[in-house]
């Protein structure tokens, strides 16, 4: 049974910095990635990695500021997100696919449960 497990969301300061985490069981995957859906939005794609290697692929809106990491030992993808914005503000969803690039548009094997992330002006 595939499971992702968020964590790392929670309530900051305009400018300030929050690490999210997410750590993959049952399987590994040939990409994972990371989107976020706003109050009354479609979810969006956000950043999305590779396990096999190459560069990370981001957001317009969030490029140079974030930044998706991995750790292939312990199935697990990080976002690490700076200089937070208040339209940052949104839950923010961990992806998993057996494919290495279907996640860039939006296609994807599993979805986390999601995290809120709330950035405050």
């Known amino acids: 049974q595939v499971q992702l497990e968020e964590s790392g969301g929670g309530l900051v300061q305009a400018g300030g910095s929050l690490r999210l985490s997410c750590a993959a069981s049952?399987?590994?995957?040939?990409?994972m990635g990371w989107f976020r859906q706003a109050l009354g939005k479609e979810r969006e794609f956000v950043a999305f990695?590779?396990?096999?290697?190459?560069?990370?692929v981001y957001a317009a809106s969030v490029k140079g500021r974030f930044t998706i990491s991995r750790d292939n030992a312990k199935n697990s993808v990080y976002l690490q997100m700076n200089n937070l914005k208040p339209e940052d503000t949104a839950i923010y969803y961990c992806?998993?696919?057996?494919?290495?690039?279907?996640?860039?548009?939006?296609?994807?094997?599993?979805w986390g449960q999601g995290t809120q992330v709330t950035v405050s002006s």
């Open positions: 992806a998993a696919d057996r494919a290495p690039s279907r996640l860039r548009v939006g296609v994807t094997d599993y």
């Open positions: 049952g399987r590994t995957f040939g990409s």
């Open positions: 990695i590779k396990w096999s290697g190459g560069s990370p």
